[in-house]
């Protein structure tokens, strides 16, 4: 069993940046590939990033390429999304994910975080 526990959200202006942060416990998820999931109200949950265990592939949503980090450091069992240039339209609760298997862009995560909000204001 994994333990997500996510950090770091808040309230920023248009074209601010913010971090969040999610820590594992329970065991290592070395072996996990990790994911930060987000859902705005009224709409459903959305992928924005996802890395594999070694950190060697990457995916992010074209919404958010080229301005959104995802990073990881095994030992401290911390998944990262750093966001820059943020724009309203990234106001959502931000959830962290993790699972077995290869496959990065996928809903199919088996432990999930409870979410941390993200508000970006005009």
């Known amino acids: 069993q994994v333990q997500l526990v996510e950090s770091g959200g808040g309230s920023v202006q248009a074209g601010g940046s913010l971090s969040v942060s999610c820590v594992a416990s329970?065991?290592?998820?070395?072996?996990?590939?990790l994911g930060w999931f987000r859902q705005a109200p009224g709409k459903a949950r959305e992928i924005v990033a996802a890395?594999?265990?070694?950190?060697?592939?990457?995916y992010y949503a074209d919404s958010v390429k080229g301005r959104f980090t995802i990073s990881r450091d095994n030992p401290k069992n911390t998944v990262y999304l750093q966001m820059n240039s943020l724009k309203p339209e990234d106001t959502a609760v931000y959830y962290c994910a993790a699972r077995t298997g290869s496959s990065l862009v996928t809903y199919d995560y088996d432990y999930w975080g409870q979410g941390t909000q993200v508000t970006v204001s005009s």
């Open positions: 329970g065991r290592s998820f070395g072996s996990y590939a």
């Open positions: 890395i594999n265990w070694l950190g060697g592939r990457i």
